[in-house]
């Protein structure tokens, strides 16, 4: 029965897990380009600083995304 909603619970997980993966990705990219924009003087350092703040929550989704069905059991 334990091995069964855990199973259920990994499958519940994965669509936010892979969400929270993607999400990483997005903010990794967002800062890379951001970055390359501000040395450019074509972008702001305000842009540069909320691409910044993405990729440091990154993680904390990730770890929401793994936790959040194991709270729900």
Known sequence: ???TQAYESYRASRPSLDAAHAGSEAAEEGVRVRTEKYRAGAGHITELMAATAD???A???HVRAANDPRIAH
Do not use: H, K, S, Y
Request: aromatic letters at 0%; proline letters at 11%; glycine letters at 0%.
């Open 1 to 3: 029965m334990q091995v």
């Open 55 to 57: 990729l440091a929550r």
């Open 59 to 61: 993680p904390q989704d």
